[in-house]
């Protein structure tokens, strides 16, 4: 009777698929403490985030060895059946509240460590913009400017092209429009 795991009476199904995820959840044990590992680098945390997601798939699936002990539960006897169902949802209950306190404290870590990392000192001086070239007609205009005041004229600086026309009978904006107010 003790051959395979289909062979194992209900409960002692529940109690092996239960020892088999304290077997491997051991290594995930100090996440659950109050205080969680200090010494782990971000890329340590990060696996070992995914190699938890992997053992809860592996524990809590559909094809894990729990799922597999719930579908056992229409076939214990009547009187059984209230208990052994509840010693099912107990031990899962327990295994995803471990897997969720693990989880937390994995998620934390890395939140830290990320936020310590792109943290932004405020106090620093600020990287100052590079600046491009000048336009090409604008050079050209600035030296026919120093041309002129070389020879004695005077450079003044006024309205280019803020004429009546432009600014309204180009744009369709009838003769009585308030804009045109003077």
């Known amino acids: 009777m003790a051959g395979t795991e289909t062979d ?7 109690a092996a698929a239960n020892k088999a995820f304290e077997q491997e959840f051991e290594r995930f044990v100090r996440f659950t403490a ?19 997601a992997e ?13 597999a002990t719930k579908k056992l539960i229409g076939r214990v006897e009547a ?14 209950a327990g295994i995803v509240a471990k897997l969720d306190a693990a989880e937390a404290s994995l998620k934390a870590l890395i939140e830290a460590h990320r936020t310590a990392r792109e943290s932004i000192d405020v106090t620093l ?34 309205r280019e092209i ?18 045109r107010g003077t």
């Open 34 to 52: 109050e205080t969680a590992p200090t010494g782990l680098s971000l890329a340590e945390a990060t696996a070992d985030e995914r190699a938890l």
């Open 55 to 67: 053992l809860r798939t592996r524990h809590t699936g559909k094809k894990s060895a729990l799922a």
């Open 79 to 92: 009187d059984q059946r209230a208990a052994f169902g509840q010693l099912v949802q107990s031990t899962e």
């Open 162 to 179: 803020e004429t009546d026309f432009y600014n309204f009978a180009a744009l369709n904006i009838p003769d009585n429009h308030p804009a």
């Open 125 to 158: 001086p600020g990287r100052r913009p590079r600046y491009g070239h000048r336009h090409p007609i604008t050079l050209m205009r600035e030296r026919i400017e120093d041309i002129f005041v070389s020879l004695g004229y005077v450079i003044e600086d006024g």
């Open 8 to 14: 194992l009476n209900p409960q002692d199904q529940v």
